[in-house]
């Protein structure tokens, strides 16, 4: 005999929240944390004396505060984005157009930052797909 054929149900995703929608939460959340940890990373190194001598210690820190600072708002946003928060995808999109343009500009010119990149289009990009363009509109 034959066992019964049981149908597979499809995990259920958030009610009223597009898979697009998910993913995006997912890479911005993952990029806010690379932005702290590379600032993080930046001020380790300053206080450490590891940095090129034609750089100067004041640009170092600077750039880590400003690195710190953006990531933690890019988690503040993301976490907003969940609720379906129009001012929070304007920001992310913001910030993506941002530092898409800022790794396009490193890749051009030092031959790295191409993932960056990438990474920070497509988190803009998603947030303007139709199904995500539909979910911040409705509320």
Known sequence: MSEPVREVTPPREEPGRPRVVTA???????????????GLL???????????????AGSLVLTAIVLVVVGIATLLATRALRAGSRPARAALTAIGVVLAVAGLVQLTFLG????????????GLLLHLPAARSFFTER
């Not at 990029?31 to 940890?37: A, E, I």
């Not at 930046?42 to 100067?56: K, L, N, Q, S």
């Not at 790295?112 to 988190?123: D, E, I, R």
């Open 24 to 38: 995006a939460i997912v890479l911005w959340a993952v990029l806010g944390v690379l932005l702290v940890l590379t």
């Open 42 to 56: 930046f001020a380790v190194a300053t206080a450490v004396g590891i940095t090129d001598p034609t750089t100067g």
């Open 112 to 123: 790295v930052g191409g993932l960056y990149f990438v990474a920070f289009a497509a988190g």
